[in-house]
Every structure is written in C-alpha cells, then in structure tokens.
T-cell receptor, first 109, second 117 residues
Framework: GIQVEQSPPDLILQEGANSTLRCNFS?????LQWFHQNPWGQLINLFY???GTKQNGRLSATTVATERYSLLYISSSQTTDSGVYFC???????????FGTGTRLQVTL | EAQVTQNPRYLITVTGKKLTVTCSQN?????MSWYRQDPGLGLRQIYY???????DKGDVPEGYKVSRKEKRNFPLILESPSPNQTSLYFC????????????????FGPGTRLTVT
C-alpha cells in the first residue's frame, strides 16, 4: 500500500514564527488531506488538496502530485496552533486514507 | 449542528467482555470509517463502509466487527476484547467515497478512549 512520511516529527516555534510541514507519499494519489489534532484529541480537517494550492487564513497547503509531496504552511503561528498535524493520502476508487505519523508542533509565547 | 458523535467517550473493560462503540453522523454522508490511534503509529483504518450494507476491511480489522444497517450509524463491535485493543478510536465520515465525486473531506468524531484490562 501507499506509504506516507511526514517531516519534521517535532517542531517548536515561538509565537509569530512561520513554519513549513512536509508530507511525502509513495504513489499517485487522488485524495490528500491535512488534519490538526488539538491537545484535547479532536481531529479537525484543514484541507482536502490532492493537487494545487489552497489557503485558509494563516494556513495554506500545496500539493505537487507529480513529485509526490505536499506542504502545509503556517504563518504567524499562535499558541492555539499547537498539536499534531497529520497528512493522509488515498489512492484508488475508495476514500481509504493512509495516515502519516504526524508532526508535533508546540508554539510557545 | 453537523457532527459525528461517538459513545462512549471513555470505557474501561475487562478481557473477553463484548462491547460496542456507537458512531452516528447527521450529515447524510455515504462513507464512514473507523480508525485506531496508537502512539508512534498514527491512525490506522480498521473498517470502512461505502454505503448502507457495504463494508470492507481496512488495515487492522482483526478482532473487530462492524455493521451498516442505516446510513447514519456505523457501530464498532469488539466481540472478545483483548489488552492489545487498548487504544483511542475515531469514527469518521465523508459525503462520498468514490473518486469521481470529489467529496472526500473526512470529518472525525471526538474519539473513544478504550482500556482493556
């Protein structure tokens, strides 16, 4: 099956800093999503982005499908951005997602 | 409010005692799925359902059963729980499961923390 790798595994930022999280996947995908798991465990869908670029406030994401990677950009980070960011990819005709092991982000004052 | 709900949120049980974790969504979604989350392993899919009466195995189906008799509900059944099923479980749903519809965004329930002693 498809392999999904995320980097870095851990990231510590000061409030206001920018960051880039990376997701590499081993096969062609028709489904690529980014999720944020907050410190209370809730998983929030950030982007559905199998290709191209999307922006939502301080967050944006880019997927270059031909090169099999996706990037999540966080600008002007805030303490509420802390948590774990997961990339998940899917291929084939179903919505079956394979998750990476996540990037744990801590934003400090 | 559009949401995915799970019950119970927390459960401590003993080996071999059958249990069911319920999942319900009010968004008329066709696709539903169960995941388990374990430290260092991310989320792994247990079972998924493309629609009513259509279910299939994910990556780690052993020891679990599911059913999809109604569109809104997708219960996870552990017939004989064992300690290695101690985990955080998530139910998720999306509008569609088929490629051509491009309605793949998955929405997650709040999670069920299960401990089997």
């Amino acid at each position: 099956g498809i392999q999904v790798e995320q980097s870095p595994p851990d990231l510590i930022l000061q409030e206001g800093a920018n960051s880039t999280l990376r997701c590499n996947f081993s096969d062609s995908v028709n489904n690529l999503q980014w999720f944020h798991q907050n410190p209370w465990g809730q998983l929030i869908n950030l982007f559905y982005i199998p290709s191209g670029t999307k922006q939502n406030g301080r967050l944006s994401a880019t997927t270059v499908a031909t090169e099999r990677y996706s990037l999540l950009y966080i600008s002007s980070s805030q303490t509420t951005d802390s948590g774990v960011y997961f990339c998940a990819a899917g291929t084939g005709t179903a919505s079956k997602l394979t998750f990476g092991t996540g990037t744990r982000l801590q934003v400090t004052l | 409010e559009a949401q995915v709900t799970q019950n119970p949120r927390y459960l401590i049980t003993v080996t071999g005692k059958k249990l069911t974790v319920t999942c319900s969504q009010n968004m008329n979604h066709e696709y539903m799925s169960w995941y388990r989350q374990d430290p260092g392993l991310g989320l792994r899919q247990i079972y998924y359902s493309m629609n009513v009466e259509v279910t299939d195995k994910g990556d780690v189906p052993e020891g679990y059963k599911v059913s999809r008799k109604e569109k809104r509900n997708f219960p996870l059944i552990l017939e004989s729980p064992s300690p290695n099923q101690t985990s955080l479980y998530f139910c998720a749903s999306s509008l569609r499961g088929h490629q051509q519809d491009h309605h793949y965004e998955q929405y997650f329930g709040p999670g069920t923390r299960l401990t089997v002693t």
